[in-house]
């Protein structure tokens, strides 16, 4: 006879910890597992499908046919850590020291979740702004830190200042400044961020800053890094990497740039929870690092505003309003008007990938749960091949004629 866990087995006191989800899979994950069951075009998750660029290629093969296969020092290879200070002078004119303030993590989802650990305490607050990144509120969920969601106001995703002021309490500990942003394409102003700054200089805040989009920028808008700003020297911590600059998104290679102070911690922390990032893709990543010039750089974001427009035209003939990114490559896009079945942003992700095969977000993903914002946006990602992306967007053109 079968027995029950609390019949017998001896497991009544077995559960999930405080910290684990009930549910397990984010909205994005569920789409895409939705998306390849039907076959259809995925435009939900940020894969990042574009070519990787030869010289990264070959250099990963070329490191695996010459025995990088095995741990490298806990902070990265040297030559990656100097490429990456010298990125650094040459585009944000910051001198870091590549052995004691650049760490070569697994993604910068691994350098955000080490820097949490080593300058974060359960209890913290840290304001994010919104719409955000879910990884984000996730990883500081995951070290009992509290998100605290500042929103940003449509339709150009505005900063309020007072909103922010008005967000910190004792309990503050950083804020996190994601620029280019996902979802929103939000490029963070010079002024913008000078502003921010101030507020944590003021408010003795960290500030946790993600730029894996930097290179992804459109209608002449200007990257600036915290980093660059006077007197942010030792309150930045910069995570980027080369997922999407190189679409490389499966190879787990980012970096974090911090103060020497912190950077010993943060490091440690990432080597118990990662070792290091996978070794010959830190040896490709590097030859592009030490290779690929600004032509390169210009051409990324030449080619993805080709994108954009491709794909905002088809989401306009499909009956929405795309907020047009000024950064990154999403696209947020209000349904009101798009006929779409649903009460909910995730009914109705659903009810156009039924309709078209074409795979969103919800935008209530990157909102706080319960704020009843986003439930008008869909999350689309335009970092694709050329061909999928116009398979996808003729599919959309045919929702207009669908009698949706």
Known sequence: MAQTLEQGTGLRGLGLSELAPRVVQSEIRAMTAECDRMGGVNLAQGVCDTEVPAVVMEGAMRAMRDGHNIYTRMDGIARLRRGIAEKLQRTHG??????REVLVASGATGAFHAAGMALLNPGDEVLLFEPFYGYHVSTLRS???LAVAVPLAEPDWALDLAAVRAAITPRAR??????????????????????????AAEFDLFIFTDEIYEHFLYD??????????EGMRE????????????????WRVGYCVADARWMGAITYFHDLLYVCAPAPFQHGCADGVE????????KLSVEHEVKREMLVKALQTAGMKPHVPAGAYYILASTAEAGLGGATAAEKARDLLRKTGVASVAGSAF?????GRGEDLLRFCFAKK???LMEACRRLNGLAGSGS
């Open 220 to 229: 002449g808008a200007e990257h600036v890094s915290p980093l660059q700003l």
């Open 174 to 199: 950083a804020m996190v400044v994601n620029t280019p942003s996902n979802p929103a394409g939000k490029v963070f102003t010079r002024s913008e961020l000078e502003a921010l700054a101030a507020i």
């Open 291 to 298: 290779q690929l010039g600004k032509t390169f750089y210009a």
């Open 94 to 99: 910051v001198t870091v020291d590549p052995e």
């Open 235 to 250: 309150r930045t911590i910069l995570m980027s990497g080369f997922s999407k600059t190189f679409s490389v998104t499966g």
């Open 386 to 388: 050329d061909e999928d």
């Open 143 to 145: 070290m009992k830190v």
């Open 367 to 371: 909102f706080a749960p319960g704020s």
